[in-house]
């Protein structure tokens, strides 16, 4: 009975407040709205709750209009994977547009950017193939693709021009209007490729020139330091890649500064659908660390860019 009473007590002796006092972290003002048959797109973009993703999806959107509106580079860094998706030609309005003022892709983006240039399709089953060792064997992908590598390194072109003029002149590209890098090369937007030998499948055929490959790809290193060397007030969007972008962006950036650019201030987004070691360090946090901002937007690519390029383009209108 003396220990109830004494419990009584604290609780009677409690300090309170008013909650219409209190700083409350979410309120009626930033929630969702409905969605109602007939709204417009920017209707639905501000029915969205005004938290979190939401909030740091209209952060990016903004972050690279002023980018643009001022001046400053926006750069995107891919994996392959948003090739197969079907996003080209969202990138490729974006590039056209002139939001995005270079791209920086692995290894495999021009693979399965060729193919859909050459052949209107790509990705095959590797599950199946690697069972009977014809993985990757894929004869115009090796030989076109290691040929163009190979004359375009010896006119003093890196890798992603290289492949760009060639899709660009090839009168066999029947679809060239979908690749990345033929738009790049038309509309004279830098395009870099970055490889490590042994992961792109072009790499296991005969007509591979390790020489050329490596000269072509530090080329293009040194293409992307000279972009990133301007970075200051701008983007860099790094787009589904989990090692290979996230790591050449962290080096690049470093040979800049080191160059004594500034490089700095600049908004860092990463998109993939899971969160990846790399790019959560290389691409936001180690660049950013005293300076700029960083932007993790984690969702599907097939859904999170289009997303990213409607709200761009309703904030530009």
């Known amino acids: ?3 109830v009473n004494r419990v009584e007590k604290v609780i009677n002796n409690i300090n309170r407040y008013s909650i219409n006092s209190r700083k409350s972290k979410v309120s009626l003002s930033s929630f969702s709205k409905p969605y109602r048959l007939g709204n417009s797109f920017r209707d639905f973009i501000d029915s969205l709750p005004q938290m979190l993703s939401a909030d740091a999806l209209r952060d990016a959107a903004s972050s690279i209009i002023e980018a643009r509106k001022n001046g400053k580079p926006v750069i995107l860094g891919m994996g392959a994977h948003s090739i197969k ?5 969202i990138i490729i309005d974006l590039i056209v547009s002139g939001i995005i003022s270079a791209v920086a892709a692995n290894g495999a983006c021009i693979v399965h950017d060729f193919e859909l240039a050459y052949a209107g399709m790509t990705s095959e089953d590797v599950k199946e193939a690697i069972c009977d060792g014809s993985f990757g064997m894929a004869l115009e992908t090796g030989t076109l693709l290691n040929a163009a590598i190979s004359e375009g390194v010896k006119r003093g072109l890196g890798i992603g021009a290289s492949i760009g003029k060639f899709i660009h002149q ?3 590209m029947k679809y060239r209007e979908m690749s990345i890098f033929g738009t790049c ?3 004279k937007i ?3 490729v970055h490889v490590a030998i042994g992961t792109d499948i072009i790499h296991m055929h005969p007509e591979a020139d390790g020489a050329s490959i490596g000269e072509g790809s530090l080329r293009d290193f040194h ?3 000279s972009i990133i060397s301007n970075l200051d007030g701008g983007v860099f969007i790094n787009l589904g890649s989990a090692v290979i972008i996230p790591e050449v962006f962290l080096k690049a950036l470093s040979l800049a500064r080191n160059l004594e650019h500034k490089a700095k201030n600049f908004t860092a987004i990463n998109m993939d659908f899971i969160k990846q070691y790399r790019a959560s360090e290389n691409v936001l946090h180690r660049p950013t660390g005293k300076s ?4 993790n937007l984690i969702g599907h690519h097939e859904i999170m860019l289009p997303l990213l390029a409607a709200l761009i383009i309703e904030g530009k209108g």
């Open 185 to 187: 090369y038309t509309h």
């Open 85 to 89: 998706l079907g996003l080209s030609p």
């Open 170 to 172: 090839n009168q066999d």
């Open 292 to 295: 700029g901002k960083a932007i």
């Open 1 to 3: 009975m003396v220990i």
């Open 223 to 225: 293409h992307l330091t």
């Open 190 to 192: 830098p395009a870099t």
